[in-house]
T-cell receptor
Framework: GAGVSQSPRYKVAKRGQDVALRCDPISGHVSLFWYQQALGQGPEFLTYFQNEAQLDKSGLPSDRFFAERPEGSVSTLKIQRTQQEDSAVYLC?????????????FGNGTRLTVT | AQKVTQAQTEISVVEKEDVTLDCVYETRDTTYYLFWYKQPPSGELVFLIRRNSFDEQNEISGRYSWNFQKSTSSFNFTITASQVVDSAVYFCALSEATGGFKTIFGAGTRLFVKA
């Protein structure tokens, strides 16, 4: 596709459930990022992949959060045993360069609500 | 530590007015990039501009202009003759050469342009 695609667009989970959020980056983009955006705030970095390698996961808030990109293309962010504080919009971004100066191309995000 | 501050939470203007969005950043790096992104109601952040720390030349693109001043650690964004379609949340962001691959975002400024 032409842009970054994320699914589902909305997800409602009961506290304690596991969820999986999918990101399909722009074809050929080596870099893939996950960000978390709370209401009224800017995006906060979660993790970064260069191809299939997860080079930085310093932003993942707890060990309940896990991300993978096994074939260097599609990525999945998994949250186990969801808590109310996990409610946020999860944004995926990709970039063609593998450098800190590359602009990010974002998807529309997945809005997660934990009840 | 790196930080981006957008002190204006919300700005409301009438169409055709000029408006400036402020951005102040903190970094210890001498090599870094600054960005502006636009987030319309649809939710997808859109890249607007990138500026590196060695290039203080102001830039103009149509109705948009950016003023980068290292002396005050500011990277302000001006929209001339604003239009209703400019209504969105605007984010200033910073990435550093030694900061890994993460981009640090400000909290955003919500711009309302009234007809």
């Amino acid at each position: 596709g032409a842009g970054v695609s994320q699914s589902p667009r909305y997800k409602v989970a009961k506290r304690g459930q596991d969820v999986a959020l999918r990101c399909d980056p722009i074809s050929g983009h080596v870099s893939l990022f996950w960000y978390q955006q709370a209401l009224g705030q800017g995006p906060e970095f979660l993790t970064y992949f260069q191809n299939e390698a997860q080079l930085d996961k310093s932003g993942l808030p707890s060990d309940r959060f896990f991300a993978e990109r096994p074939e260097g293309s599609v990525s999945t962010l998994k949250i186990q045993r969801t808590q109310q504080e996990d409610s946020a919009v999860y944004l995926c971004a990709s970039s063609g360069g593998g450098s800190y100066n590359s602009p990010l191309h974002f998807g529309n995000g997945t809005r997660l609500t934990v009840t | 530590a790196q930080k981006v501050t957008q002190a204006q939470t919300e700005i409301s203007v009438v169409e055709k007015e000029d408006v400036t969005l402020d951005c102040v950043y903190e970094t210890r790096d001498t090599t870094y990039y600054l960005f502006w992104y636009k987030q319309p109601p649809s939710g997808e952040l859109v890249f607007l501009i990138r500026r590196n720390s060695f290039d203080e030349q102001n830039e103009i693109s149509g109705r948009y202009s950016w003023n980068f001043q290292k002396s005050t650690s500011s990277f302000n964004f001006t929209i001339t003759a604003s239009q209703v379609v400019d209504s969105a949340v605007y984010f200033c962001a910073l990435s550093e050469a030694t900061g890994g691959f993460k981009t640090i975002f400000g909290a955003g400024t919500r711009l309302f342009v009234k007809a």
